[in-house]
């Protein structure tokens, strides 16, 4: 599986590990966004550790996976153009 690394994302092999061992796609996963993570500039680590630990506890409290996919999906449009997203911080500084 040495394209489960960041960078190298392979879908179909990802699917199917995902579908035949979701324990193993979960240890994965973990793995490669704590990589991901490490890999970051130093200084943005820990909001990103941040950030990762609010995904997974959106993840963890959702009914299904397509209810957290859909709450991740509004926190990203809160994000962007929420009163403190990124396109309030734009126009402020325009």
């Known amino acids: 599986m040495g394209s489960l690394i960041p960078g190298k994302l ?3 092999e990802w699917m199917d590990l ?3 061992d979701p324990e193993a796609f979960e240890v994965r996963r973990r793995q ?5 993570i490490e890999r970051s500039p130093r200084e943005r ?3 990103l550790r941040c950030l990762q630990w609010r995904i ?9 996976p397509l ?3 859909l709450s991740l999906y509004g ?5 962007l153009l929420g009163d403190e997203g990124l396109a309030a911080a ?3 500084s325009a």
Do not use: I, K, P
């Not at 997974?56 to 299904?64: A, H, P």
């Not at 926190?75 to 994000?79: G, R």
């Open 10 to 12: 392979d879908f179909n």
């Open 18 to 20: 995902a579908t035949n």
């Open 32 to 36: 490669v966004v704590h990589a991901l």
């Open 45 to 47: 680590r820990h909001r």
């Open 56 to 64: 997974d506890q959106v993840r963890e409290r959702s009914t299904t």
């Open 67 to 69: 209810a957290g996919c």
């Open 75 to 79: 926190m990203m449009w809160d994000s």
């Open 90 to 92: 734009l126009n402020q």
